[in-house]
């Protein structure tokens, strides 16, 4: 089980998010854990100078070449490659809900790949239930590593004391929008509150602008979006634990209003025609090229947005409150995607090694890549005189208001229940329905699967 102190400690993580990137935070440790870092650990330094040749799968999520996390990965591996001839780190990249489906259907045969992408709390334990995950202590304590990683926030992927995976971030949910869109729809500020994002929705539409970017084909993202409303409409986190908890139920009159205030936007034309047949990065190409006014999404996407066409036309800003309701600087949090080990991995000690090297260096790497906002490890660096963009520094800045927040969906609740949540609310793209209907989706798949 998950420790169950853990979503009472979700304001605590979400504070020590603040970035440490202009704190200096891992101190004269980060030059000697660097070092070592460009170093094999363990057992992996003998193996890594023999003539055995090994090859090493790493499945991830970061398929766009135009992305820094990109750039990030395919660096590392061709350093770590050049410095270990003998392995070969093979990469199986998928878009997220791509590798979500092939590691069910891996894990189902018991052929989960060297190094997976798992994501926190309930999506994973499954994967640990069925003893597919390596636990990760062991090498934690090499080259200090565990030290690198923001206080609690390992918690999110530990299980019964052990570790199973290392995050690639901790990001919040943000607003971002097109300075030069607004300008040219003469809209002068930002949203405050959820009847100004509709207005202001409306008048994107009139003006032939997409109003908010969105790609649902991956359905995560509506329900990113959706949750957000939620947080608003309760007054604040902790919906789902109350109802996991029997406080509350799915037909709690928070959670109708939030389907409501949804439904408003799908109805104003909030969203690109035919978003359910675009997938998430397609999705995220449609604001990068400037062709819609927001998008709501992950604190993750700040680089990838600085390295597009729109870079230095961009903003961000909180999620708006709803009917007067919800603290702005109470955020969607998003604990990182993670990398996790197969248990049968042919070769677990040199996979540790390689994983040991790349979580090491990850953050540097992100941080010469301009995109060091929103990880999940300290980072050494001011990022104003870094050359960091003016967008990097706002988002920074969110990051320093959080009081708080709550995860998504489907990281809280069972994978079952979730797949109902996810696919309710994309059909919400397609059709309008009673909101009442859709409560009563998410009560009844609740109670049929309660853990």
């Not at 170093?39 to 193996?47: C, F, L, R, V």
């Not at 004391?161 to 607004?182: C, H, R, S, T």
């Not at 509506?222 to 409303?229: A, D, R, T, V």
């Not at 634990?241 to 037909?251: A, I």
Request: glycine share 8%; charged share 20%.
């Amino acid at each position: 089980m998950v420790n169950k102190k853990l979503w009472k400690r979700t304001s605590a993580i979400a504070l020590t998010a603040v970035l440490a990137l202009s704190l200096s935070a891992c101190g004269g440790n980060a030059a000697k854990n660097n070092a070592a870092a460009n170093e094999p650990a363990g057992n992996g330094a003998n193996s890594g100078s023999s003539g055995e040749k090994i090859t090493i799968t790493f499945q991830n999520i970061y398929p766009d070449p135009a992305t820094p996390s990109y750039k990030t990965i395919h660096a590392l591996v061709e350093e770590y490659e050049a410095a270990h001839p003998n392995i070969h780190i093979e990469l199986d990249t998928l878009n997220t809900d791509q590798q979500k489906i092939k590691l069910k259907t891996q894990a189902a045969s018991k052929e989960v790949p060297d190094i997976t992408i798992v994501n926190p709390a309930a999506q994973m334990k499954p994967f640990v239930d069925a003893g597919l995950l390596a636990p990760l202590n062991d090498m934690l304590d090499q080259n200090g590593l565990k030290d690198t990683y923001q206080a609690g926030l390992l918690d999110y992927y530990s299980f019964d004391g052990n570790v199973y995976a290392l995050p690639d971030g901790n990001n919040i949910e943000v607003v971002y929008y097109n300075k030069e869109l607004f300008e040219q729809a003469g809209i002068t500020k930002t949203p405050e509150t959820f009847d100004e994002f509709l207005a202001d929705v409306k008048i994107f539409k009139e003006k032939g602008i997409t109003p908010l970017a969105i790609g649902e084909k991956d359905s995560w993202t509506g329900s990113f979006l959706f949750m957000n409303i939620l947080l608003r409409t309760n007054g604040g986190p902790g919906f789902l634990q109350d109802v996991m908890d029997g406080k509350k139920t799915f037909e709690d009159p928070a959670f109708i209003e939030a389907v409501d205030k949804f439904q408003e936007l799908v109805q104003a034309g909030a969203f690109p025609d035919g978003a359910t047949s675009i997938d998430a990065t397609a999705g995220g190409n449609i604001f990068k090229s400037g062709q819609a006014a927001m998008w709501v999404i992950g604190s993750w996407e700040t680089g990838a947005i600085d390295a597009s066409s729109v870079a230095g036309k961009v903003g961000a800003f909180q999620f708006p409150t709803v009917n007067g309701k919800g603290d702005p600087n109470e955020f969607m949090l998003a604990p990182g995607s993670a990398f996790a080990v197969s248990a049968n991995s042919e070769h677990l000690q040199e996979t540790k090694d390689f994983l040991n090297f790349f979580t090491l260096n990850f953050p540097k790497k992100q941080f010469e890549n301009k995109n060091a906002v929103g990880l999940g490890q300290k980072v050494d660096g001011d990022l104003k005189a870094a050359g960091y963009s003016d967008l990097a520094i706002n988002v920074a800045e969110l990051f320093n208001q959080v009081k708080g927040g709550d995860l998504a969906f489907d990281n809280t609740m069972n994978p079952a229940t979730a797949q109902v949540h996810l696919s309710s609310i994309q059909n919400l793209f397609v059709q309008k329905v009673e909101s009442a209907q859709v409560a009563k989706e998410h009560h009844t798949a609740f109670e049929a699967n309660k853990q």
